[in-house]
């Protein structure tokens, strides 16, 4: 059971604009910064967006992402198949000290 | 840039210890939080634990009886011991370079940089 709730999976078709939701609560999303991360299987997890909505450099901006009060979500614009992967939400949770992962969303481009 | 290459057994025994060890390449160790993270069969990321380039260490609580973190600066390494495994410790194990800051109450952590994983596998 993760502390940070996502929907498992998430579809759409090329050049179409989609959103993944993370819902939190006071104690993380409410209170601190959200990130980002896109998962490949069988590679290195990637960082997409950190703190609400710094894209690293590299990240193409058809990825943003928003927050509003204990909920956060990552929109991708203009998808594309190479854009099919897991995203996982992160924060910073106070109750638990440290930080805390959704537990993913598997995006599939049709 | 900073590369991250984990290595570790690939397959335990019920009860045994889990060493994994994480090595930095392309960069200094300096002013990072060094984090494991999990990723069991059909789950997703779960947070293990992280030590500051100084020393200092945070463990997840569910799992915090069984871990112990540390670094070695002069080997570029980062370790992780995981006590008496068992089939639900079986996963994917990722190391990852951390930035943490605070102010005015609110915290910013993320994990820029990333290994691709050793899979670990607990069974009799």
């Known amino acids: 059971q993760s502390v940070l709730t996502q929907p498992p999976s998430a579809s759409g078709t090329p050049g179409q604009r989609v959103t993944i939701s993370c819902s939190g609560s006071n104690s993380n999303i409410g209170i601190n910064t959200v990130n980002w991360y896109q998962h490949l299987p069988g590679t290195a997890p990637k960082l997409l967006i950190h703190?609400?909505?710094q894209r690293p450099s590299g990240v193409p901006d058809r990825f943003s992402s928003s927050k509003s009060g204990t909920s956060a979500s990552l929109a991708i614009s203009g998808l594309q198949s190479e854009d099919e992967a897991d995203y996982y939400c992160a924060t910073w949770d106070d109750n638990l000290s440290g930080p805390v992962f959704g537990g993913g969303t598997m995006l599939t481009v049709l | 840039q900073v590369q991250l290459q984990e290595s570790g057994p690939g397959l335990l025994k019920p009860s045994e210890t889990l060493s994994l060890t994480c090595t930095v390449s392309?960069?200094?160790?300096?002013?990072?939080?060094w984090n494991w993270i999990r990723q069991a069969p059909g789950k997703g990321l779960e947070w293990i634990a992280y030590i500051y380039y100084s020393g200092s260490t945070n463990y997840n609580p569910s799992l915090k009886s069984r871990v112990t973190i540390s670094l070695d600066t002069s080997k570029n390494q980062i370790s992780l011991k995981l006590k008496s495994v068992t089939a639900a410790d079986t996963a994917v194990y990722y190391c990852?370079?951390?930035?943490?800051?605070?102010?005015?109450?609110?915290?910013?952590?993320?994990?820029?940089?990333w290994g691709k994983g050793t899979t670990v596998s607990v069974s009799s």
């Open positions: 990852a370079s951390g930035d943490f800051w605070s102010g005015s109450g609110v915290h910013y952590y993320y994990m820029g940089v």
């Open positions: 703190s609400d909505n």
């Open positions: 392309g960069g200094s160790m300096s002013s990072y939080y």
